[in-house]
């Protein structure tokens, strides 16, 4: 039962091989198992790679197999379309195009299987990856508020700094009228006196100036902070809300990117693997001598071949015996004296019709 499933996979003629010895069908059998687990690898190929592309399992599995069944139909038909024939130049002719789409399919199916063996190496360039793609939005998202944010700051200080300098000239003019009482200063008089009173008032409207500047720039610091504060909360949503665009970036072909980024060795072996196994029918069939099946299948269609050759000369034969048969007869009826009396009465007729219309007609038209 597995070998006719086998021989089935293989795209041999079932009526002729099952007639060949027990050799010739293991022969056969082996390079239908070959396409079969080729289609079955594709499909396990195509299924996980459609997987990191809709990450849903049943639609993978449905178009994975799908693709599998192609692949299948393909290498069926590259392997039952070689024929051995006693000219190895015309067989090596014949099998270069399939031994491209050959290289085609592997290359195809070899992929996806490579993301796989190597899918923890890939994470670990992907984490990279986006790690430094983290790093690098942030740094452009600040480009966008840090401007507004450094000249709000450079404002915040420049206020302070006017607070800074009101307080050390009330400070000195504190000192001063201090001095002044004490007598180490100005008119080096000890007490309260006029100086004294005068340097008091300057230091007091100074102190009054100080609370009103406090209160105004307090007020444009508040708000200035609150606007810092509104445009750090706003960076950081932006932030939030394109992380997730990064943390997505792993589908197929940042998979596949990440995987050129690795040592090419490994993942190219893989490759000759699947190379191997597509082309082993093809080179199974080429360097095989021909077989018991090959002169079977040559002669039942050189059996075709010369029934169809036989029919179509045949026919060509009736053809032209018909054609010399009708020349013949026609030439012997041109020389009938009753077919040519019959023919011209029939014109003379048909040109007596031909002129009683036409007055008919020329009457209407009076």
């Known amino acids: 039962m597995l070998k006719q499933f086998f021989l089935l996979c293989s795209g041999v003629d079932l009526t002729i091989i099952n007639d060949c010895s027990n ?28 997987f990191t592309v809709f990450d849903n399992i049943y639609t993978s599995i449905f178009f994975g197999i799908l693709w ?28 270069i195009p399939r031994l491209i789409l050959a290289f085609i399919i592997a290359v195809v199916i070899s992929k996806p299987l490579e993301l796989k063996i190597f899918e923890k190496e890939i994470n670990q360039v992907l984490l990279t ?43 000195t003019l504190y000192e001063t009228y201090i001095a002044e009482a004490e007598g180490r200063k100005g008119t080096k008089l000890l007490g309260k006196g006029p100086v004294y009173k005068e340097k008091r008032d300057k230091h007091d409207v100074a102190l009054s100036e100080l609370k009103k500047l406090k209160e105004i720039n307090s007020e444009k610091i508040t708000q200035k902070e609150t606007t810092i504060a509104a445009l750090v909360e706003q960076q950081k949503n932006v932030e939030t809300k394109t992380q997730p665009i990064i943390s997505n970036f792993d589908g197929l072909m940042a998979r596949i990117n990440a995987l050129k980024k690795l040592p090419w060795l490994p993942s190219f072996f893989i490759f000759l693997l699947f190379l191997a196994i597509e082309t082993s029918p093809i080179f199974s069939k080429l360097i095989s001598s021909k077989g018991e ?65 036409f007055y008919k007609s020329q009457q209407e038209t009076l």
Not at 77 to 85: A, L
Not at 134 to 155: C, M, R, W
Not at 307 to 332: C, F, G, P, S
């Open 68 to 95: 599998g069944l192609l692949i299948f139909n393909l290498d069926r038909f590259i392997v039952s379309t070689i024929k051995k024939n006693n000219s190895k130049p015309k067989e090596v002719i014949q099998v």
């Open 23 to 50: 050799g010739e069908q293991n022969k056969y059998a082996g390079i239908g198992a070959t396409v079969f687990f080729t289609a079955l690898m594709a499909t396990i190929a195509c299924s996980y790679a459609l």
């Open 293 to 357: 099946y090959d002169y079977k299948l040559e002669n039942q269609e050189s059996i075709i071949k010369t029934w169809i050759q036989q029919q179509v000369h045949q026919r060509e034969a009736i053809l032209n015996t018909d054609i010399d048969l009708n020349e013949k007869v026609y030439a012997d009826l041109k020389t009938e004296e009753e077919l040519y009396n019959y023919k011209q009465k029939m014109a003379r007729n048909l040109m007596k019709l031909q002129a009683d219309s």
């Open 129 to 171: 990856e986006k790690n430094q793609m983290t790093l690098d939005n942030k740094t452009q998202i600040a480009q966008q508020f840090t401007p507004e944010i450094t000249s709000l700051n450079t404002d915040i200080s420049s206020l302070k700094n006017e607070i800074n300098a009101k307080e050390n000239e009330v400070n």
